[in-house]
């Protein structure tokens, strides 16, 4: 749980000259405007942010998206900026230990997810999204606005420069669940074994593999498609592996191994290889016995409710590590958060289709 790895590397960068440079442009009707004021602060790192219209996430795909992070920030600040913004890059040691699981009852799936990461001396700054793109899947997801690169003090609500700054929150989601019932959610996996695919296809960093998944697919067949249609691209300088599950109840993990994508059916997902083979089980100690210790959970009772569902997660949880905490419900179309480990407060419940 406890690897030393760096933030993402060069995330976008969106914050010289935006807010008054933006009206300048005549876009005060703009889909970009509007979502810049729908930012609202929910707590003390915790805002929400609804997006209604084009995001420009078909053109990036289409100019071939982008092998780095650097490399989507440019895009990010030329669609969502207009060019005002350079990228940042942050230098943050971070510490991880997340996880995910599937379970199915008669009411439909419930995907529940823990995000454990230690942000040292400073504070964990989270984003829910909303969005309801042109062409694509209305999907809830949550972004970490630490991996944007701002200053510490930088609050998303502040202005208008920070609320257009903010936006950058849509292409950096770390979990979500689409209209469809279709959930991902990235874990670090057991080592700082990076991905960096190199083909004819389009290329894709960790978060833009989740945009993606939650605006284009409805399945978990149609994810993994996807994903091997694109050539995958590591962030943070490590290992990764995407937790898919959708509403028939299939569910599996994919990862990367020598630049080779696998799929293995699974419902718990924490932080070490599951994929057969030379690296199953590679991670450490704590992350096989979180694993086990949640699969144990749903196998005993496999009609959970959400109530139990987020009671498996604060037993998964660690009170220094777990910034958020969720139970997404493909009946209800609905993402329920726990913000900081405070199980003891009132769950802030969010569904897709109330736009």
Known sequence: MKKKILIFVAIVAVVLLVGVGMIGYGLMNDARIAA????????????????????????????????TDAEMAQYIAAFLMKGFGAPATPDTTMEYGCSSFVVRNEHGNIFGRNFDFDFGDGACKAMIVKTYPDNGYASISTACLNFIGLPADWAPDADMQSRMSALAAVYLPLDGMNEMGLYVADLVSGDAEETHQSTANPDLTITAAIRLLLDKAATVNEAVELLAAHDMNSSIGTSHHFAIADRSGASVVVEYIDGEMFVTPTDVVTNH???????????????????????????????????????????????????????????????????????DAKERIFTINDL
């Open 36 to 67: 810049a004021c729908s930012v609202t602060r929910l707590d003390d790192g915790l805002y929400t942010m609804t997006y209604k219209g084009d995001y420009g996430f078909d053109e990036y795909l289409a100019q071939g998206g982008a092998a």
């Open 273 to 343: 290889y599951l994929t057969p083979g030379k690296k199953e089980g590679v991670g450490n100690e704590l992350s096989l016995q979180r694993h086990a210790a949640i699969a144990h959970k749903c196998s005993m009772h496999p009609s959970m409710s959400i109530t139990s569902a987020m009671n498996v997660l604060k037993e998964a949880s660690y009170p220094e590590y777990t910034q958020w905490s969720i139970v997404y419900a493909t009946d209800a179309c609905e993402a329920r958060y726990i913000w900081r480990a405070n199980f």
